[in-house]
C-alpha cells in the first residue's frame, strides 16, 4: 500500500512540475514579447530635437528614453479585436515606460466609441483603455 502512495505523490508531483513548467514558458514568452516594444535609447541628450513645434518652458534634467517598436505593440493591441464577439470582452497585459522610465504593466481592453457603421470603414483605427497592475491607481488610454 505504501508503495501506492508514493507512486501517486509521485505522479501529483510530476504533474505539479510541469504545470509550473508549463505557466513559467508561457509568462516568459509574454515578457520577452514586452521587450520586443520597448528598446533603451541611449543617444546623447544633446542629440534631442528642439524644434519650436516641440519646445517646452520647462524640461527634465534627468530622463530615459525609450523607443517604441510599434508593429508589435499594435499586434497585441488588435489581438483583443480579432475574432472578439460583442458579448465577450477580451483583455491583454502589456508594458509601458512611466515618468520615471520604469516599467509598469497593464491590463488593456478595447474602448473603442465609434458607431458601428464608421467602425466597419475603418477597423484599423482603434481606442484602448488600461488598468495598472504594477500601480493599481494608474491608468491608460491610446489610440492605434
Given at each position: 500500500?505504501?508503495s501506492?502512495?508514493?507512486?501517486?505523490?509521485l505522479?501529483?508531483?510530476i504533474?505539479?512540475?510541469?504545470?509550473?513548467?508549463?505557466?513559467?514558458?508561457?509568462?516568459?514568452?509574454?515578457?520577452?514579447?514586452q521587450?520586443?516594444?520597448?528598446?533603451?535609447?541611449?543617444?546623447?541628450?544633446?542629440?534631442?530635437?528642439?524644434?519650436?513645434?516641440?519646445?517646452?518652458?520647462?524640461?527634465?534634467?534627468?530622463?530615459?528614453?525609450?523607443?517604441l517598436?510599434a508593429?508589435?505593440?499594435?499586434?497585441?493591441l488588435?489581438?483583443?479585436?480579432?475574432?472578439?464577439?460583442?458579448?465577450?470582452q477580451?483583455?491583454?497585459?502589456?508594458?509601458?515606460?512611466?515618468?520615471?522610465?520604469?516599467i509598469e504593466?497593464?491590463?488593456?481592453?478595447?474602448a473603442?466609441?465609434?458607431?458601428?457603421?464608421?467602425?466597419?470603414?475603418?477597423?484599423?483605427?482603434?481606442a484602448?483603455?488600461?488598468?495598472?497592475i504594477?500601480?493599481?491607481?494608474?491608468?491608460?488610454?491610446?489610440?492605434?
Open positions: 500500500m505504501s501506492c502512495k508514493k507512486s501517486s505523490s505522479t501529483n508531483y504533474a505539479l512540475l510541469t504545470l509550473f513548467v508549463g505557466l513559467m514558458t508561457v509568462f516568459t514568452s509574454n515578457v520577452s514579447a521587450e520586443n516594444v520597448w528598446t533603451a535609447n541611449y543617444e546623447r541628450r544633446e542629440n534631442i530635437s528642439k524644434h519650436k513645434a516641440v519646445q517646452r518652458n520647462s524640461f527634465p534634467t534627468e530622463f530615459k528614453l525609450f523607443d517598436n508593429a508589435p505593440l499594435r499586434q497585441q488588435f489581438s483583443i479585436v480579432d475574432g472578439q464577439d460583442a458579448a465577450r477580451g483583455s491583454i497585459v502589456i508594458s509601458i515606460p512611466n515618468a520615471d522610465g520604469e504593466l497593464f491590463e488593456v481592453f478595447e473603442s466609441n465609434f458607431e458601428p457603421e464608421l467602425q466597419a470603414r475603418f477597423p484599423g483605427i482603434r484602448f483603455s488600461g488598468r495598472g504594477t500601480d493599481q491607481f494608474a491608468t491608460l488610454k491610446l489610440s492605434f
